[in-house]
């Protein structure tokens, strides 16, 4: 109370509220002939990214690019991280002089900045072939007059250190045309701390680090100018795209790291202890869910798909887990890169209407069906079964794809591939738990440190009840309660420095049976009569 008159001001802040914050990115793990092995590539657009990035695809990679490029079609983004074998190369300078070793392995970033090359002036950025198809030319103030691609610049080289630098694709391989400038880089410089004139760096180290997705320098001081020009092709990369369950694993492993915010992973090409691996991963995070297809022996020219299916998910991946939908098809695309018929699992598809249905609809809202189960991009699917063969699929929690005349490819099914009979076996209920325990945990972080008293419990039941209320009207759930007081936070809970809330959910069900009734009735009979 104010001692004299006077005007009293007070701040409440009764804003801190529960945020939407899941992503809705996806996770994959393939074979590409470009890019770096074991590391997160974000794929935030469509093909063109995708091409740029990982590469165009080759007889090898084709099924593992179109996987990635299928599922860009219904959404975006993507992580992708590419797997290799440990024989893959980078490509190196074709003029080496005679003595200096010829082959390097620098699979990714993290690599290259903790290794020491000698003798090697540039190399290509990532292992692979592709890389051989590299030319690399440059020009100092010396030899700049006449120099081919001179007109490509505004400003020529004035001191010894600066010079102009292209990157040619002289094959091909990495473009699609032959002869292409991929990148071109304006008044670089060999003296470390250059800048330009807008204040960015020149050094060539840090402008290719940054900037090349193509090539790296090795080794500064091998860089010699002839008559003021550097010209090199590369050679030497090698892809190693023959590689074991391991190799997978390794590059699955990636997506531990909780850094890499995903809500799904898709499997499709990976072999079956990778695709387990994965889903040790998701269950261990509680954040994702991955998605998974048989192999395409299993249901391309055989007479027993339905038992195939159930044989591989049954034995090679023998996993019964809540965080695991698998599908029962591969479908056909065309690969316009190779001008041929190409088999692709379905899981990117399932993965994809996941995805998409949480931008179109709600995140909890079941996959399956005619309004939101349409498949896209198919010439045809390797078997359509039959009903007597879902039921068995299903009744063994495997979801069918299936081929209905006039109607559209559709999923048909929403079950995950868990046993127990629990809430938790359909997709729309795992991805609202999901969604739930990520938004709630996160707006609990602002509780830490406060104190376990009637307010903080208070607020944090208010905000929480305020947004499953949200949820509740958005058709997520059909009742909740949310107890934060004194009988949960006891004593003993309030003197270990502990703070509970209890959470109870009771979700709303997708339907799965539908049963109509056709009842004839006799002539003069009222309808309210016999009703029920």
């Known amino acids: 109370m104010a001692l004299s008159p006077s005007v009293e001001t007070r701040e409440v802040d009764r804003t801190l509220n529960v ?53 860009l079609l219904y959404t975006n983004p993507l992580l992708v991280v590419r797997a290799a074998g440990g024989d893959a190369r980078n490509a190196i300078p074709d003029n080496l002089d005679s003595g200096i070793t010829t082959t390097l392995s620098i699979a990714n970033d993290r690599e290259y900045d903790s290794s020491s090359i000698a003798d090697i002036p540039f190399f ?27 007109d490509l610049f505004n400003y020529e080289p004035s001191t010894e250190h600066e010079f102009n630098l292209v990157i040619i694709d002289r094959d091909g391989a990495i473009s699609g045309n032959a002869g292409s400038v991929l990148e071109q880089y ?62 997978f694993i390794t590059a699955w492993e990636i997506f531990q790291s909780e850094n890499f915010d995903i809500a799904r992973a898709f499997t499709s090409g990976s072999p079956a202890q990778a695709v387990i691996r994965a889903v040790d991963i998701a269950e261990r995070r509680s954040d994702f869910v991955v998605f998974a297809a048989p192999e395409l022996d299993n249901v391309l020219n055989t007479l027993d798909q339905a038992d195939e299916v159930l044989d591989y998910f049954n034995t090679k991946v023998n996993v019964d887990s ?30 994809a209407l996941h995805a998409r249905v949480a931008v179109q609809n709600e995140a909890w809202f079941s996959i399956a069906g005619m309004s939101r189960g349409q498949i896209k991009n198919a010439i045809k699917l390797a078997w359509s079964s039959e ?91 059909d009742a909740f309660r949310v107890v934060c007081d004194e009988s949960n936070n006891t004593a003993g809970v309030i003197n270990n420095n502990e703070f509970v809330g209890d959470i109870y959910v009771r979700p709303l069900h997708s339907i799965n049976f539908i049963r109509l009734n056709f009842i004839a009735t006799p002539y003069g009979v009222d309808f309210s009569e016999i009703e029920g």
């Open 124 to 150: 290509a950025r990532y292992v692979g072939e592709a890389g051989n198809s590299i030319l690399i030319s440059a020009a100092n103030s010396e030899g700049y007059n006449g120099w081919e691609y001179a």
């Open 186 to 247: 304006e008044l670089v410089s060999t003296k470390e701390g250059s800048k330009k004139t807008d204040g960015s760096t020149a050094y060539i180290t840090n402008v290719l680090q940054r900037q090349s997705n193509y090539v790296l320098v090795g080794d500064l001081s091998a860089i010699q100018f002839q008559s003021g020009r550097y010209e090199a092709g590369l050679e030497g990369g090698a892809d190693d795209n023959d590689i074991q369950s391991a190799d």
């Open 387 to 477: 009903k007597n063969e879902r039921d068995r699929l299903y009744k063994a929690n495997i979801n069918s794809v299936v081929s209905f005349e006039n109607e559209g490819i559709v999923l048909w099914g929403d079950k995950m591939k868990y046993s127990k009979p629990s809430t938790f076996s359909r997709i729309n209920v795992r991805t609202l738990f999901i969604i739930l325990r990520k938004n709630i945990s996160q707006a609990a972080r602002h509780q830490l440190f406060e104190f376990n008293d009637y307010i903080t419990r208070t607020t944090f039941k208010r905000t929480t009840d305020s947004y499953l209320e949200n949820v509740q009207a958005r058709r997520g759930l």
């Open 322 to 351: 809540s965080y695991l939908f698998v599908v029962d098809n591969w479908k056909q695309v065309f690969d316009k890169y190779r001008d041929n018929y190409l088999w692709i699992p379905v899981d990117s598809d399932v993965a």
């Open 19 to 71: 945020n939407n914050i899941v992503t809705n990115a996806s996770g994959y793990v393939g074979l590409f002939t470009w890019g770096p092995v074991n590391q997160v590539v974000n794929i935030s657009t469509n093909e063109t990214e995708l091409v740029r990035r990982m590469g165009r695809p080759n007889s090898e990679t084709t099924l593992y690019f179109h996987s990635a490029y299928n599922y």
